[in-house]
């Protein structure tokens, strides 16, 4: 496993999931609101407003701050946000995309860039690493929600490219334009997703040494705590020998 999605698993042994459930909660609200404001405040005819809700469903979001969020876009007093992309490389050579919902563009662009120097790294052009990715649709479940081959007949009937397995999870890749169909036809089989999301996949990962791993979870983690940073998506690689000393630490 490559890239965000094994720092995340790292972080989440370490307990850091609980700490920041308040911002996962604003994050995912500010993602309802922008969904609600784009389409209808209707899940049933928005798309990308039923996946914010199933989403924060998944975090255990109360009721009532959903629909706070739907009615927010509703109102005249709602703030506009900007759907920004930043591209660049990390510590060791490593692509990174960040994905933003901002109300200051210039506000989130510093502080995007300061992380990225910060950290030893550089922010791009748009467009300056993102060929190095592609655009997918993901869909997550717990490993309790059945075995892999059980998993796999499900993905395989709703349209699914790729499912990955483990003890604690399983992943479904989709291409982009599919997600919403396929989680559709997958929640009628195995229930509600913890997660279902467009990301970024890299075509190809960087191998990293314990130090540079470091460099870059830290950096990343710095990116996932600033209020307007959605999603941050790298194309690193850490082997098992340092992720097991990571993980110790």
Known sequence: ??????????????????????????KLAREITVAAKLGAPDPGMNPR???????????????????????????????????????????????????????NRNRTASNVRSIFSKAGGSLGETGSVGFMFDRIGQIDYPASVGDAETVLDAAIEAGADDVQSDDNSH?????????????????????????????WRPQTTTPVDEETAES???????????????????NFEVSDDVLAKLTAA
């Open 216 to 234: 870059l979870f830290k950096m990343i983690d710095n990116l996932d705590d600033d209020d307007d940073v959605q999603m941050v998506v790298a």
């Open 171 to 199: 992943t479904i890749i989709t291409a982009f334009e599919d997600l919403g169909d396929v989680s559709k036809a997958l929640e009628e089989k195995l229930g509600e997703a913890e997660s279902v999301k467009p990301t």
């Open 1 to 26: 496993m490559a890239g965000h999605s094994q720092f995340k698993n790292i972080m989440h042994k370490k307990g850091a999931a609980d700490a920041k459930r308040a911002k996962v909660f604003s």
């Open 49 to 103: 407003l039923r996946l914010a809700i199933q989403n924060a469903r998944a975090e255990n979001m109360p009721k009532d701050n959903i629909e706070r969020a739907i009615n927010k876009a509703t109102g005249g007093d709602s703030e506009n946000y900007d759907e920004v992309r930043y591209e660049g490389y990390g510590p060791g050579g490593v692509a990174v995309i960040v994905e933003a919902l901002t109300d």
